[in-house]
């Protein structure tokens, strides 16, 4: 079993910034895959971004330029690192996690991050 926390979210105005933490946990050997999603009221879920064992990374036209993705591969954490955040970036912030290529996917359940003046 893999277990997975989200911690961060929060109220924050337009134009600032804002960091999540995400922490896996269980019996863990690698992780292929791990990262952030989101979802707004009536939307679906979407990548915002992840990184995959190879070291590339990938981000969602939405956060390229505004977030990044730092993480501690030796802790099992992924932080999301936001900056210039928008009213449309209010949504719940999932984090992801992948043990293996095509593998089961861990979910934790979510921290909202709320973008109002």
């Known amino acids: 079993q893999v277990q997975v926390v989200e911690s961060g979210g929060g109220l924050v105005q337009p134009g600032g910034s804002l960091r999540l933490s995400c922490a896996a946990s269980g019996i863990i050997r690698s992780i292929y895959r791990m990262g952030w999603f989101r979802q707004s009221p009536n939307n679906e879920r979407e990548l915002v971004a992840t990184f995959t064992l190879d070291g590339s990374t990938n981000y969602a036209d939405s956060a390229k330029s505004r977030f990044t993705i730092p993480r501690d591969n030796a802790e099992n954490m992924v932080y999301l690192q936001m900056s210039s955040l928008k009213p449309d970036d209010t949504a719940t912030y999932y984090c992801?996690?992948?043990?293996?290529?095509?593998?089961?996917?861990?979910w934790g359940k979510g921290t909202l991050v709320t973008v109002s003046s």
């Open positions: 992801n996690v992948q043990l293996r290529k095509f593998g089961m996917d861990y």
